[in-house]
């Protein structure tokens, strides 16, 4: 990723000019009528917005017509910048044979026009190709030859890409404090050139380092400060793939940590996201990871079927690594099925990978190229020194000429002054009686303002004091804002990966629509789904407050629901209250405090058996919205919450019953959406809720969520969100 950014900035800044758009069926006449280096400059903008919109054939094409054009007109720059362009797409596309060939002539082409930062760029490539087909010797030597042409040319972002690179080489040849030194060296030119989109890269891989280390608190921390970066710039990432990467590590985090769980849920966001772009080393980067998390369920036939995914991946981009890796997992599974001839065959395969890429020349070839960087700098570095020292030795001779010559010259001016001075003295004594009178006239006015500047300092020194103190206060103020945002950011991610992800919902549920809008970026409103025994379960619960303690809230009541239903098999909906209620009590200690007792939670829960064509629900303060035929029934809860301060010895919920045999949707709300005030600060209201739920029935999930939508913004003509907002609709 950061390569693909860096090499578009490069194409930027080495080309000429911005040029006029011109039309793609547009006939150009070559003789006259239109100027040859225009024509070229055309095809050039062409390429460079193709190459910018991620089109790689028209991007490929016109690079190609760009060059026989620049060829034509002698552009020789634009030459080596299009070979450049041809070789990262070539790459990207996975022709490593025709990349090579491309940034091999664009390093040539750059080292005539003595151009240290673009051959430099094209090193750099050559050695990620090299990396990718495990070649990582190759790689190594020209990532430093790399390193050593931007050196020379001041170039600090292709300086933090390369080392980078050379991090990453150390970090799959298990040298992980090496790498940990090159990501870190990585992370402070980002830092120092403030570039967030390359500080959020170098967090995710330093995070990786650690979690190989087995230290995964701190690589947590790391991917999850890089996730926030990574949201924040997702529209820079050109390969798309970089929140799809945080998912894997962040869920492989939690296979390590024993929670499948949320495991699961980070891996199938990062799956959907590989799938969307199609590309093959993250698709086996993260079947890799859900092997891993079906053979710790001892799935091992699911296992076995995302391991060998995997290698088909790795195969055909010819990722050694990866094959070495998946090749391994494969095994492990054959020898817990205990088919033993296959899980030898695959650990021969392992072995056989994995030396090819840990051999001794291999390890050789590595030092010596790191010396020999290291050897050529501190030559370069020695070169530099005498040239200073020669520079000063002629500096100071220079310097002693001219200091004479200037005595000389201050010698015979002096006596010239002398002779002046000797003249003009007695002419001011003539005049010093005449300027007596006037000087002591003078002297007392400036003590009159001499006494008034006096004031006015002292005014200003106490004006600039108090600017100071302001100054410093207000920099404490945006440091700790920045802090608490950053959490908070922190805390979404959190809450959103507890919330069921899109898979689920689609599986359960595969006509539904959700309008979730936290007021203040968490939200103290949360919706919830299970299925337990051929029964389905929905709920949607509003708990006291919203932001940070809403969210907190949310996660005790997301796992008291999952604890209920799930582990206690409770499929009573009034009775999961009654429970819940007991534990939310139990829980904020509100038995023995009445600080806590105005907590509570307002929750719509239903059970749907298909089988019996039956759905069962019941409320805490929330009703259900049930619409057939176009007609729209509230069904009212109790008239109670769960949890908080109470005077009866138990709190007793009703079970509602509800016929599904025939076309039904079902819809669960927090009271957000019907308590939004409007510019005259009136409320939005249950009957005009309950006429938008029989206008938007018929239509489908997306128009009903849009509609929601668009009817709310309309409604709060500008006002801000009073409260967080959920609705959650079922088609059954």
């Known amino acids: 990723m950061l390569q693909k950014i860096y090499l578009f900035v490069v194409l930027l800044c080495l080309s000429l000019a911005s040029f006029a758009q011109v039309d793609d069926n547009a006939q150009f006449d070559m003789d006259g009528e239109v100027d040859k280096v225009e024509y070229a400059k055309n095809l050039l903008t062409k390429a460079y917005k193709y190459f910018e919109e991620n089109d790689n054939e028209n991007a490929i094409k016109y690079s190609e017509l760009a060059i026989k054009a620049c060829e034509d007109v002698g552009m020789l720059n634009d030459i080596s910048v299009m070979l450049l362009n041809l070789g990262e797409l070539y790459r990207i596309e996975g022709n490593f044979t025709q990349a090579l060939k491309y940034l091999y002539s664009s390093s040539e082409s750059f080292k005539s026009l003595k151009n240290a930062s673009g051959k430099g760029m094209a090193l750099n490539l050559i050695g990620s190709i090299y990396r990718l087909q495990g070649d990582y010797s190759g790689a190594l030597e020209h990532y430093f030859n790399a390193l050593s042409l931007l050196e020379i040319a001041q170039d600090s972002i292709g300086m933090s890409s390369v080392l980078n690179n050379i991090g990453v ?60 970066l990574t949201k924040k710039y997702e529209g820079d990432d050109k390969e798309g793939d970089g929140v799809g990467v945080l998912y894997n590590e962040i869920g492989s985090i939690y296979i390590a940590l024993g929670d499948y769980y949320l495991s699961e849920s980070y891996l199938f966001k990062a799956l959907a996201i590989f799938e969307k772009i199609g590309n093959h080393q993250r698709l086996a980067e993260c079947k890799i990871y859900l ?48 088919s033993i001839p296959m899980a030898f065959s695959h650990y021969k395969k392992y072995i056989a990978a994995r030396d090819s890429i840990f051999n001794e020349d291999n390890m050789k070839r590595m030092v010596q190229a790191e010396m020999l960087y290291n050897f050529k700098k501190e030559r370069h570095q020695t070169q530099i020194e005498q040239a200073k020292r020669d520079v000063i030795a002629y500096e100071k001779e220079k310097r002693q000429r001219l200091l004479r010559n200037f005595l000389l010259l201050v010698l015979g001016v002096a006596l010239v002054g002398m002779l002046m001075v000797y003249i003009a003295y007695k002419n001011k004594q003539k005049a010093n009686m005449k300027m007596a009178s006037q000087q002591n006239l003078i002297l007392e006015k400036n003590e009159e303002l001499l006494q008034q500047q006096e004031e006015i300092l002292a005014q200003r020194d106490e004006i600039e004091h108090k600017n100071r103190i302001l100054e410093k206060s207000q920099r404490i103020i945006e440091a700790n804002n920045d802090r608490i945002i950053s959490s908070i950011e922190y805390a979404q991610t959190i809450q959103e990966a507890i919330l069921p992800n899109p898979e689920q919902l689609g599986k359960l549920f595969p006509n539904h629509a959700v309008l979730f809008m936290p007021k203040d970026i968490v939200s103290g409103d949360f919706y919830w789904v299970s299925s337990v025994d051929n029964l389905l379960f929905a709920a949607v619960v509003d708990c006291t407050g919203h932001g940070v303690p809403g969210a907190l809230m949310s996660v005790i009541g997301n796992t008291l629901l999952n604890q209920i239903v799930n582990e206690w098999r409770t499929y009573s909906p009034a009775l999961a209250l009654e429970i819940m209620h007991k534990q939310v009590r139990k829980v904020l200690k509100q038995d023995t405090t009445s600080n ?137």
Do not use: W
């Not at 010819?318 to 070495?324: F, N, R």
């Not at 079902?666 to 005259?680: A, E, I, K, V």
């Not at 489908?700 to 959920?726: A, F, P, R, W, Y």
């Open 169 to 228: 080489l150390y970090f799959y040849q298990n040298n992980y404090p090496k790498a940990l030194q090159y990501y870190m060296n990585s992370l402070n030119i980002g830092k120092k050139l403030g570039r967030e989109y390359t500080v959020s890269i170098s967090y995710m891989n330093i995070g990786e380092v650690y979690k190989k280390m087995g230290n995964y608190t701190e690589a947590l921390d790391y991917f999850l400060k890089s996730l926030v």
């Open 291 to 338: 092997g891993q998390l079906a053979f710790e369920h001892d799935s091992f036939s699911q296992a076995q079927s995302y391991f060998m995914q995997a290698l088909n991946h790795a195969k055909t981009i010819s990722a050694i690594d990866l094959c070495a890796e998946s090749h391994k997992f494969l095994s492990e599974v054959y020898e817990k099925q205990g």
């Open 596 to 732: 806590k007792g105005h907590i509570t939670m307002d929750i719509c829960l239903v059970a749907i058996d298909l089988k019996d064509n039956k759905a069962t629900f019941a409320g805490a303060c929330r009703p259900l919205f049930v619409v057939t035929n176009g007609r729209v029934q509230k069904i009212a809860g109790d008239p109670r919450s769960v949890g908080g301060f109470q005077r009866e010895d138990r709190r007793y919920f009703t079970n509602h019953y509800i016929d599904i045999s025939k076309p039904v949707t079902l819809y669960l709300t927090s009271d957000g959406y019907t308590d939004q005030m409007d510019d005259n600060f009136k409320k939005f209201g249950r009957r005009r809720f309950i006429e938008l739920l029989h206008d938007i029935d018929g239509d489908t999930s997306e128009m009903q969520e849009q509609k929601l939508l668009n009817v709310l913004k309309q409604h709060q003509h500008g006002q801000d969100q009073i409260d967080d907002i959920c609705v959650f609709g079922i088609k059954l």
